[in-house]
């Protein structure tokens, strides 16, 4: 694994915790050899991963359009900034510089941002395992949530088990480089479009 696209809060959040965590994980990414790739932010969590890896002689490409770049502070002390004209550039470019995906805790964008690639995953448009970090059970709720999905039908105990997650950076990156595809697109799946069917 080369690269791990990282998708943070532009907010450090309301406990030190979170800034403690995504130096943690910028330290593993550093020491296994992985680069970062995200936002491309100078403030919140984002700034706050960017900036250690940095620090610590690793690799970060960022990603920022330009109606954030002034907005979110773009960083200028990565490896590399790509500039982008919007949104959906800038995620489809994250996703195709990196070989894995984990989510820290983040508002509305971080989430869109996660089941974006989930979806992606369950439709087989690529087979990149997705992590959450779960930091300090910030994430408990929406893990409850996705198992609620499987026990109302939509969506399969297989398809759930896209969205890992870990407590601890080192098992979280230990996680993602041990990761396999085994899962299939449903729309590959003979017994799985049957039951899409009334």
Not at 14 to 27: H, K
Not at 44 to 49: A, N, Q, S
Not at 141 to 161: N, P, Y
Request: glycine letters at 10%; a negative charge.
């Amino acid at each position: 694994m080369k690269s791990i696209c990282v998708y943070c809060g532009s907010s450090p959040g309301a406990s030190p915790v979170y800034a403690e965590a995504a130096r943690a994980l910028a330290g593993q990414m550093v020491q296994e050899n992985i680069a970062l790739v995200y936002g491309g932010g100078n403030v919140g969590l984002m700034g706050i991963v960017a900036s250690e890896v940095m620090r610590l002689g690793g690799q970060a490409t960022g990603v920022i359009p330009h109606a954030l770049l002034d907005k979110e502070l773009g960083h200028h002390g990565l490896t590399e900034l790509h500039v982008v004209k919007d949104m959906h550039e800038r995620k489809a470019l994250m996703a195709e510089l990196s070989d894995g995906f984990i989510a820290m805790p983040g508002g509305m964008g971080t989430l869109e941002e996660l089941f974006e690639v989930l979806t992606w995953a369950q439709l087989g448009f690529h087979a990149k395992p997705v992590a959450l970090f779960n930091v300090d059970g910030f994430y408990g709720l929406l893990i409850a949530f996705m198992e609620h999905m499987v026990t109302q039908r939509f969506v399969s105990a297989e398809q759930a088990l896209l969205m890992m997650h870990e407590t601890d950076a080192v098992a979280l990156i230990t996680r993602l480089q041990q990761f396999t595809p085994t899962y299939r697109s449903k729309w590959h799946d003979p017994e799985a479009v049957q039951n899409l069917l009334p």
